[in-house]
């Protein structure tokens, strides 16, 4: 018998490694099937490499095999949705999950989620009710609204919109907020799924009430206006302020829609960012409708928030694809309690993390990127570390012109290039995402929480070893 005989024969079975100590825990830990393809995975490439002559030496027992298949189960076992850190200091990051949910919320669903709920039953009546009825009553509370109702994201809210109050009929749109969103939401795209016939009124930077006033006819469904989330026209331009919408809506019996996209649920201005109107007062301003989202600066779980005229929205309610855009227990739960906080303003700003991490003090911000900086310094890494001062976005084409003073932590790397450190960290566990400029890494403070500073630190020093074995 050959060496690579003998060496086959020795390779411990499927069945012995999953008897061992090692795949006992594996079993534990991880699903049997993941465990076997592992196993099986693992033996099948040693006995082709004794074959091939490729193997040198490596033990062949169940102990040397333990750490391939160990690494193979764990991928396999491993969610694809998973945390990352955002170093990025974009607070509503679509790409990152936008808002992150407050301690409140995330307790409310796991209270109503892991049992029964009262989802589509009136306690009261003891028989069949609404899920709109839930977020409806604090919907109602903080927009100041006759009504609201929420669905799945705000782009469905417009189509739902549009579906039920204009399909075949015309919607009356500014040249200027023809706009795409991202993801593939574009105003007129939106139109024409929804049924609606698209009627463009002024130019890309001009429109006046008189544009709107004249397209108005026999088949007009609705005056829609659309915020200019994520750009701005500058220059010669003229829009028309949404009150003067609205006074124009009601003297010709025609609706009037507002996509806000964003919807601010409190009045910024005492914070210093003057760009934004809460949700309550373009309500005031007598629009009979507005659309919003629920994970953009409301920072509650994805939704879409459709407030404004009862009689419009019972209408919308019964709509068929109201059932297809419908929202789980789960985000109701957590929209109802990221509502809650909105009751008291201050509250929100102190409980939303989007809110708080909005409108915190550059010197906070800068007490964190001082104690990121002080536990890299500690890891002994090969690199330049500085505080610097810097600016961060909101992100989510939320307020797109405001810059926000924050701090950053500066690593310049000694031995490797700064893209080379985001893409370690970008592919470690979790994952870190940081900016890069002029090969500089930037750690934004803002969107790093207290928590994660210490996880953070380890996962940089980490990215440096990753780049010493490679
Ligand atoms: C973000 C946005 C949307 C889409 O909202 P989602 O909640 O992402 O579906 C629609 N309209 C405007 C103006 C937006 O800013």
Redesign the pocket.
């Known amino acids: 018998m050959d060496n690579a005989q003998k060496l086959l024969r020795a390779l411990p079975s499927v069945d012995e490694v999953l008897k061992s100590p090692p795949g006992k825990e594996w079993l534990k830990k991880y699903p049997r099937g993941f465990v076997l393809a592992a196993i099986r995975e693992t033996i099948q490439k040693k006995r082709r490499a004794i074959r091939g002559g490729r193997h040198k030496g490596s033990g062949i027992s169940i102990s040397d095999l333990a750490p391939a298949i160990g690494k193979i189960v764990r991928g396999l076992s491993a969610f694809a949705l998973g945390p990352a850190i955002n170093a990025t200091g974009i607070v509503i990051h679509t790409n990152l999950g936008r808002s992150v949910l407050s301690a409140q919320a995330m307790d409310n669903v796991a209270k109503v989620s892991s049992g029964y709920s009262n989802l589509e039953y009136d306690i009261e009546a003891g028989r069949r009710g609404s899920r709109h009825a839930h977020a409806g009553r604090l919907l109602k509370e903080v927009t100041g609204a006759e009504d609201g109702m929420a669905v799945n994201?705000?782009?469905?809210a417009?189509l739902l919109t549009l579906n039920t109050l204009a399909r075949g009929r015309e919607v009356i749109v500014s040249r200027g907020e023809l706009?795409e969103?991202g993801?593939s939401?574009r105003v007129p795209d939106v139109m024409a799924a929804g049924g609606a016939i698209l009627k463009e009124v002024g130019t890309t930077n001009k429109t006046h009430l008189f544009d709107y006033e004249d397209a108005v006819g026999e088949n007009t469904a609705l005056i829609l206006k659309?915020?200019q989330?994520?750009y701005r026209i500058t220059g010669f331009t003229a829009e028309v302020p949404v009150e003067e919408l609205a006074a124009l809506g009601k003297k010709l019996g025609v609706p009037v829609v507002y996509?806000?996209?964003?919807g601010c649920l409190i009045d910024l201005r005492p914070y210093g960012i003057h760009t934004e109107p809460s949700v309550r007062e373009i309500i005031k301003t007598g629009v009979d409708l507005v659309t919003f989202?629920g994970?953009?600066l409301l920072g509650g779980p994805?939704a879409?928030v459709i407030a404004g005229r009862k009689a419009l929205i019972d209408k919308i309610k019964k709509n068929p694809l109201a059932r297809a855009v419908r929202t789980d227990k789960m985000t109701l739960a957590a929209l109802e309690a990221t509502l809650m906080e909105y009751v008291d303003p201050e509250r929100a700003v102190r409980n939303v993390p989007t809110l708080r991490m909005l409108l915190e003090e550059p010197q906070d911000i800068k007490l964190r990127a001082r104690k990121i900086a002080k536990l890299l310094l500690k890891a002994g890494i090969r690199a330049d570390i500085k505080v610097l001062q810097d600016s961060s976005k909101a992100g989510?084409?939320s307020l797109p012109e405001l810059e926000l003073p924050t701090y950053v932590v500066s690593i310049s790397p000694q031995k490797l290039s700064a893209a080379r450190l985001e893409e370690n960290l970008r592919k470690g566990d979790p994952p870190v995402i940081a900016r890069v400029r002029d090969d500089v890494l930037l750690l934004d403070a803002r969107t790093v929480a207290d928590g994660e500073t210490n996880v953070l630190a380890e996962k940089v020093a980490q990215a440096f070893i990753r780049e010493i074995k490679q």
Not at 153 to 156: E, F, G, Q, V
Not at 259 to 262: A, E, R, V
């Open positions: 994201n705000n782009a469905a417009v706009v969103i993801g939401f659309v915020h989330s994520n996509d806000l996209g964003s989202s994970d953009k994805q879409g989510g084409g």
